[in-house]
Structures are given as structure tokens and as C-alpha cells.
């Protein structure tokens, strides 16, 4: 157990640190939304990083089976969906608002740019708490560091596709429940993103996150870099612009005139009377 305690600790520091990032935004630099998104990618790389070292190496030194990975994946997605409302820290997810035009090219721009900082900084944490060597589950992990396990398992090509699916399904139900309650969004995204990586555990690990799956295997040897941005890149992005397709029947930054659903009037208007009507 002393393995999962040193575990709890880490998450707990993390959704702490978060946390306390997040009142200081909101306080001093309500506008800089930016800063949420870098919060938001570094807490949910910061916990995976975690959870796939409990994943790879705890049921070997630490007695942790696949359950408590799945359940601590749970756990940290729900957390996460708690304390950051309304900020994603998926690149996925913010390109999305710029295709509806709910944000502006500046604001995604930075906010991706902010994205990808937060879960490269994760990733030095990570390492750096891996190096105290706190555990002998987390010794291994350290010694693992510089020859990582990819999460890419198939060929490029069916990785894209395994991405775009788990992406289109995410996206899909993010449309349909984005304004909902969060009592209602918050449960149902943790069980559905958890779903989805167990899913594609033996495929892509499921990220449907770009700046996610930088921090989990772009540094891992096994496949280029171009592979690794295809796979984790340009699948989200085509299951995300995919499902604003089929929800809204067209891109609105594209396309003005919806190319899927006809817009029915929604009441009847009464026909005039014809001359016919009028000598009888």
C-alpha cells in the first residue's frame, strides 16, 4: 500500500497546486483564459503520468492490478472535470470553439500554445517526482524514463483511425451536453473518456487529446515524430471536425448554409385566398 499512498500524495499535491492556480487566475487575470487552459493540460498530464506508471509497473512493484489504474483514471478525470469548469485543456476541444466561432484565432492560438507548455511541464514534474524514487513502483518508472513504452500499438494509419472514432464519440457527446448541468456533464465525461482509454489500450491509449498524448509518448521511442502527430494530431482533429459536422450539419467558420438539415419553418403559414375563392 505504500505504493498507492505515495500515489494519492501526488495527486493530491497536484489538484492542490491546480487549484490554487486556478482562484489566483480568476482573481488577478479573470481575461487571460490562456492560463486556465496551461493549468488545465499540466493537472490532467501531471495525473495520467501517474496513473500509466501505475498502469505499466505497479501490479509488478507495488501489488496494484489494472483495477486501481482504471479506478485512479476515474477518479483523476472526475476531479479534474470539478475544479476546472468550463476550461478543457484539450487542443481538440478549443479548436472546436474557434470552428463554431466561439473563439477568436488569437485566443486559440495561445490557448493550444498553452496547452502543450502545461503537459511538457507536467512531463518535467512527473520525471523529477519519479527521481525522489519515493517507491520501488516509481524507482523502475525512473529507470524506464529514457526508454519509455510507446502507446502507439498499430500501424500509423489504424491509429488515426482508432484516434478520429474515440475523438468523433467524445465530441459528439460534449455537443449534445454542453449546456447541461455540470452535476450531469461532469460524471457522464469521466465515465466516457474512461471508456474510451480502456478501450484503446492495446490501440492508441485513447488520449483524444494532442497535447496529452505529447506528454505520455511523443517522448518514446518506437515511431517518428510525424507518426506520432498524425496519429494524435490529425485524428482528434478530424473525429472533432467530423462530429461539429454531423451536430450542427456544417462548420460555421467555413460554411454559412447548414449542407445537412433543412431548416423547417415552425408554424404553417396560411395560404391566400385565390380569385376563384373570392366570386364564389
Known amino acids: 500500500m505504500s505504493g498507492l499512498n505515495a500515489s494519492l500524495g501526488y495527486f493530491l ?5 491546480s487549484a490554487v492556480g486556478r482562484v ?6 479573470p481575461r487571460w483564459t490562456f492560463l486556465m487552459e496551461f493549468i488545465a493540460a ?3 498530464s501531471a495525473c495520467r503520468l501517474e496513473v500509466d506508471t501505475i498502469a505499466e509497473v505497479g501490479q509488478w512493484a507495488g501489488a496494484l492490478g489494472p483495477d486501481v489504474a ?3 483514471l476515474f477518479i483523476s478525470i472526475t476531479v479534474h472535470g470539478i475544479i476546472m469548469q468550463g476550461v478543457s485543456g484539450n487542443p481538440s476541444v478549443t479548436l472546436m470553439g474557434l470552428l463554431q466561432k466561439d473563439t477568436g484565432a488569437v485566443s486559440a492560438v495561445l490557448s493550444v500554445a498553452a496547452q502543450l507548455l502545461g503537459a511538457y511541464i507536467a512531463l518535467l514534474v512527473a520525471g523529477k517526482y519519479w527521481q525522489m524514487e519515493l517507491t520501488d513502483m516509481h524507482m523502475i518508472k525512473n529507470l524506464m524514463m529514457s526508454e519509455c513504452s510507446t502507446s502507439l500499438q498499430v500501424p500509423p494509419l489504424q491509429g488515426v483511425f482508432a484516434e478520429a472514432l474515440g475523438a468523433l464519440t467524445f465530441h459528439l457527446v460534449y455537443l449534445v451536453l454542453k449546456n447541461r448541468s455540470q452535476l450531469l456533464r461532469i460524471p457522464i465525461f469521466s465515465v466516457l473518456l474512461t471508456l474510451i482509454a480502456y478501450a484503446g489500450n492495446n490501440y492508441t491509449s485513447g488520449y483524444v487529446n494532442p497535447s496529452l498524448a505529447y506528454a ?4 518514446c521511442p518506437g515511431h517518428t515524430f510525424l507518426a506520432y502527430s498524425l496519429v494524435y494530431w490529425l485524428g482528434p482533429l ?10 450542427l450539419g456544417n462548420i460555421p467558420l467555413l460554411f454559412s448554409r447548414n449542407l445537412l438539415y433543412s431548416k423547417k419553418t415552425r408554424f404553417r403559414v396560411p395560404k391566400g385566398k385565390t380569385s376563384e ?3 364564389s
Not at 499535491?13 to 497546486?17: E, F, K, N, R
Not at 478530424?238 to 451536430?247: I, P, W
Open 13 to 17: 499535491a497536484i489538484v492542490c497546486v
Open 24 to 29: 489566483l487566475v480568476t482573481r488577478w487575470r
Open 42 to 44: 499540466f493537472a490532467l
Open 70 to 72: 482504471i479506478t485512479m
Open 216 to 219: 505520455m509518448t511523443f517522448t
Open 238 to 247: 478530424m473525429g472533432m471536425t467530423l462530429a461539429l459536422f454531423l451536430y
Open 277 to 279: 375563392d373570392k366570386t
